[in-house]
């Protein structure tokens, strides 16, 4: 866990860090951790239905994602979401503790980064750092400096939602 400090210390990426009890779910987010500034954010890690392209999908919290237009928006058929082994596979991480962070991990490139139009606006977001038991808030400014020094371009679109 320490490896994502040194890695936003070392590209020069502020942060606020805010500890808290283990959070699974945005539910257990709204519950358990004080307010924060920043947009509150959801990570769904996808594939296709053959396993073979991946997919970091951050939204706004609320935000309940519709795969099979996001496919069709994506030219992409049949998405799901990927597999516990997948998500340890690609991004090293732990169910519960997705985000967009994770793809320091990804050094294959083989995880693609999409990001919702809505976070794209806001000032800043809060994002696990690797880890369900803490939550850093990062500028839009310096997630963008993160994305950069991983080697990944973020997809912004509107990301279409379940009615």
Same mark, same amino acid.
């Given at each position: 866990?320490? !490896? ?5 210390? $070392? ?12 959070? &699974? $779910?945005? =539910? ?10 920043? !947009?509150?954010?959801k990570n769904l890690f996808?594939?296709?239905? #053959?396993?073979? %392209? ?7 919290? =609320? #935000?309940?994602?519709? /795969?099979?237009?996001?496919? =069709?928006?994506?030219?992409?058929? #049949?998405?799901? &979401? ?5 998500? #340890?596979?690609? /991004? ?8 967009? /962070? ?6 294959? %490139? !083989? ?9 794209w606006e806001a000032d800043?977001? %809060? ?5 369900? $038991?803490?939550? /850093? ?15 990944? =371009?973020a997809k912004v679109m ?6």
């Amino acid at each position: 866990m320490m !490896q994502i400090y040194d890695y936003l210390d $070392t590209h020069g990426i502020d942060y606020e860090r805010h500890e808290h009890p283990p959070v &699974f $779910t945005c =539910e257990d987010v709204n519950r358990l951790v004080p307010a924060l500034p920043g !947009q509150k954010t959801k990570n769904l890690f996808i594939c296709d239905n #053959k396993g073979k %392209q991946h997919f970091l999908v951050t939204v706004p919290d =609320e #935000k309940s994602v519709d /795969l099979k237009s996001f496919g =069709e928006a994506l030219t992409v058929k #049949k998405l799901r &979401f990927a597999s516990a082994d997948r998500l #340890k596979k690609h /991004l090293d991480l732990e169910p519960g503790a997705v985000t967009i /962070l994770g793809v320091m991990n990804d050094d294959a %490139q !083989q995880v693609r980064v999409v990001v919702d139009k809505a976070i794209w606006e806001a000032d800043a977001l %809060q994002c696990h750092p690797l880890v369900n $038991t803490a939550t /850093l808030v990062i500028s839009l400014d310096n997630v963008r400096r993160f994305l950069k020094a991983t080697g990944h =371009e973020a997809k912004v679109m509107d990301v279409p939602a379940r009615d």
